[in-house]
């Protein structure tokens, strides 16, 4: 709307004017249609989102799916890095390490818990079923009612049971013990009778230190950790890793406050990524200014809410995909000023009638073909992905 006519504009009055004094017309008609060829923008508008296609592209090689070009920008400023611990930070493959039933047997209190969890997509819910390891009669189960962030209760075989955190079980008026050990205790009650509690245990992935360090050195000024996980179990995962900052015990409601508050917090150039496998996190994935979502455990909702998806679940791919986006960016801006500074000075040439067709031509396709050979750098990922190998 504005470069187009403008540059018309000139070059009318470059060809009328100086024509009308001197008489020259050949000359002066000639010298804008120069300054025409010149001020065509295509090393701009080709190069610029050119860079970004090779940007998304070298992130897709290694397995992270962008979204959109706008979201490779936003994750080349994101200072602050908020998790997810379950899923995210951990494998999510919790296992049975202390069993402490009460009124019942161990073999009752894991087949109930594992009946009610019949229908959960909760890792703790599946690993429950598998710590079972029996074919589950889901004809015995019914009313099933899952509580995000607390646990599920349901009929099995006409009782009531229930299955969840100490708070679950607390907010149903029972007083659940409490473990002696670490670990994430799944308590259980039956017919309103606390009925004791198993105590699983979730192993860090392997990468996730590693992925935390690559963060820092990415620049990273803040990494936090937010779940729904019990203080004892988010302390250690959170020492074991080296976070800056831990929140336990929140309902998914309260992972977005934590977010509200981060952002209202944040410097306004800086951005926030939010990392998460959407149980009980999408809300917060979309909230914030990046969401970057587990591909391969994460639920649907999480790839759908999410701008950026690991589609190999590696936490370490997020400080990769930030030096991607960055990378990407620099060639961008290498591009838009080379491109404008060359443009600019043949402009001025172009108008003073110094400037030849050749120069002309050169400032439109030589630098539109230098900028194009620059913007496919944005592909190649070798060296980057060297520097990942931990
Ligand atoms: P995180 O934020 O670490 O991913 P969640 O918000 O998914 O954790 O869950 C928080 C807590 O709620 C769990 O640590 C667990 O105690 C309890 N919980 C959630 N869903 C279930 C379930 N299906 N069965 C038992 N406990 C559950
Ligand atoms: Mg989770």
Same mark, same amino acid.
């Given at each position: ?17 100086? +024509? ?18 010149? =001020? !065509? ?9 050119? +860079? #970004? #296609?090779?940007?998304?592209? !070298? ?9 959109? +070009? ?5 994750? @080349? ?40 969890? =019949?229908? +959960? ?73 606390? *009925? ?11 990468? @996730? *230190? ?7 050195? *990415? ?54 990524? #939010? ?58 801006? $290498? ?10 000075? !043949? ?14 031509? #050169? ?26 190998? $931990?």
């Amino acid at each position: 709307r504005v470069y187009t006519p403008a540059v018309v504009a000139i070059a009318l009055l470059t060809a009328i004017i100086p +024509s009308l004094v001197t008489g020259e017309w050949h000359k002066w008609v000639y010298t804008a249609m120069t300054f025409l060829v010149i =001020s !065509c923008p295509c090393a701009l508008v080709i190069s610029v989102p050119l +860079s #970004f #296609f090779g940007g998304i592209g !070298c992130a897709s090689k290694q397995g992270v799916l962008v979204k959109g +070009s706008n979201y490779l920008e936003a994750l @080349s400023h994101a200072e602050i890095v908020v998790m997810d611990k379950t899923g995210t930070l951990t494998e999510g493959k919790f296992h049975v390490t202390q069993q402490n039933a009460v009124g019942i047997s161990e073999a009752e209190q894991l087949e109930l818990a594992a009946l009610a969890e =019949s229908a +959960s997509n909760h890792p703790i819910g599946q690993s429950l079923r598998e710590a079972y390891g029996k074919e589950l009669d889901t004809s015995r189960v019914q009313d099933i009612q899952e509580s995000a962030g607390h646990g599920v209760s349901a009929l099995v075989d006409g009782k009531k049971v229930l299955a969840g955190n100490a708070a679950y079980l607390q907010e149903a008026g029972l007083e659940p013990l409490v473990p002696r050990q670490t670990g994430t205790a799944v308590h259980v009650a039956v017919d309103g009778v606390y *009925a004791g509690y198993l105590l699983i245990a979730d192993v860090v992935k392997p990468h @996730s *230190a590693a992925a935390i360090k690559g963060l820092k050195q *990415a620049g990273v000024r803040k990494t936090v950790m937010l779940t729904g996980d019990a203080e004892p179990v988010a302390k250690a995962v959170s020492a074991e890793l080296g976070l800056d900052e831990y929140h336990a015990g929140l309902l998914p409601g309260d992972k977005v406050d934590q977010i509200e508050t981060l952002l209202a917090a944040k410097q306004p150039k800086e951005n926030l990524a #939010f990392v998460g496998d959407g149980i009980n996190d999408a809300p917060v994935l979309s909230r914030a200014d990046v969401g970057i979502a587990m591909g391969a455990l994460g639920s649907d909702a999480a790839i759908e809410a999410a701008d950026v998806v690991l589609m190999d679940d590696d936490p370490a791919k997020i400080a990769l995909a930030m030096r991607i986006a960055r990378r990407t960016l620099r060639i961008v801006y $290498q591009n838009i000023v080379f491109a404008l500074a060359i443009k600019f000075a !043949c402009l001025v040439l172009g108008a003073l009638g110094l400037a030849s067709m050749w120069t002309a031509i #050169f400032a439109d396709v030589g630098v539109m073909v230098l900028a194009v050979l620059n913007a496919t750098r944005a592909l190649y990922t070798k060296d980057l992905a060297k520097k990942n190998v $931990q």
